[in-house]
């Protein structure tokens, strides 16, 4: 499984891909909370808070992480390796595992670098240091949850196709539908007092709290299992294949 792990990462960061990515996401986030007028600029809000970062990453990363997850098992199968993969000592839930942290990994090597924003506001406060750390470093662990469910559906999108660019597209949709698809049925009150029920299914209900800083149980009990949902979809695919 760990050779499987260090595969996955070592074939991501030798392609061009990999770094235009990377380099993409740091870029728009970048133009977003220092360069363009708006609501999300650091500057113009005059607070020394990195809150922009927490709710802008969420819409690039739809983009940013099925670009991480699209080749992972759609590459395999394009190549004809899935069949071999397949028949290594591994269990099915072994490579999916393998896969999934590969790219959660991915994920946080693209987040480390937005740590600079945090210690420019940081020595920009008035005095420095007036910045809630704790609150910051609380949404940092919401952006990772947050980061790990999307993985975990572009997995998903990647293991029922072999074509690189449908398991992107199709990935993206995904993350765009749980992340705001519940959030918009549920606004229209059409079901009454089912409504609640439906907002709770989607990720962005979840995702509010944690990109504040706050730590909810129920919130993170709501990642891990839709982390968890996909993870056992995406084995049932693999088996699918042994039927």
Known sequence: MIALYLKEIRSFLSSLIGYVVIGVFLLLVGLFM????Q????????FANINSLFAIAPWVFMFLIP????????????TGTIEMLLTKPLSDMNIVLAKYFAGLTLV?????PTLVYY???????????????????????GLVFLGGAYVSIGIFASSITSNQIIAFLLGAVLCFFFFIGFESIGSFKLFGEFDSYILALGIYDHNVNLAKGVMDTRDLAYFLGLISLFLLVTRLVLQSRKW
Do not use: C, H
Not at 120 to 139: C, L, T
């Open 34 to 37: 220092w360069v363009f007028p």
């Open 39 to 46: 609501d999300f600029n650091v500057i113009d809000q005059g």
């Open 67 to 78: 670009a991480i997850t699209m080749r992972s098992f759609a590459e395999e199968k394009r």
């Open 108 to 112: 946080l090597i693209a987040l480390i």
């Open 119 to 141: 210690i420019s506001v940081y020595f920009m406060g008035n005095p420095v240091g007036n910045i809630d750390s704790g609150g910051a470093m609380g949404s940092y662990i």
